[in-house]
């Protein structure tokens, strides 16, 4: 809260011995989450939240699917919504083996319901959607002090998103693009 309160007055602070908000792991999963279903051709994010939490997609699968998008003229984010939404017709389906097309298409279906909700529902109502369907609590939650700080994490993430509720999801990735941009200015060295 004090980071957020000094980021929206402009006030110059510094943080010492912590990592910065946005910085935090499961913070940048969850944004990878959120800026994929506003736009599903965001390789980075795509990349990060394929992986978050694992779900059995490798390296090799997924330069398959890198591959078979290119091939197609398309992002593999396109690619994985035509899975997830034609299964097995899909023209991608036919270019992975054993169960990867499978891990692919629901990964596919579910960023295809995000991508369709992500306009039409309110930011804090897709938040809990993404973060109950991938199973992130599950994941974070460890029996851990850290797992619990983690999670702790998620829901200040998740209080920051209500604030957006009436102005959408553009505009919550649009100020943490501004709030990311003030945490790499360089400090002034006295």
Known sequence: ????????????????GAQRFYG?????????????????????SLVR?????????GDKTLDTLRAAAAQNRTSPGQALISLG??????PYWGAFRGRGAALLADFG????GWASAAEGIPLPILFDRIVDEIGYRE?????????????????ELRRIAYEYENRGLAAFLENLALVS?????????E
């Open 24 to 44: 935090r792991r499961e913070v940048k999963d969850l944004i990878a989450y959120l800026r994929l279903a506003l736009n599903p051709d965001d390789e980075l």
């Open 85 to 90: 939404s034609q299964g097995e017709e899909s």
């Open 1 to 16: 809260l004090l980071e957020e309160a000094f980021l929206r007055s402009g006030q110059p602070y510094r943080l010492v």
């Open 181 to 189: 941009d003030q945490d790499t200015v360089p400090e002034n060295q």
């Open 139 to 155: 994941y974070i939650l460890d029996e851990s002090e850290e797992g619990q700080d983690r999670w702790e994490n998620v829901q």
């Open 109 to 112: 279906g579910q960023l295809a």
């Open 49 to 57: 939240a394929i992986g978050t939490p694992p779900r059995g997609i």
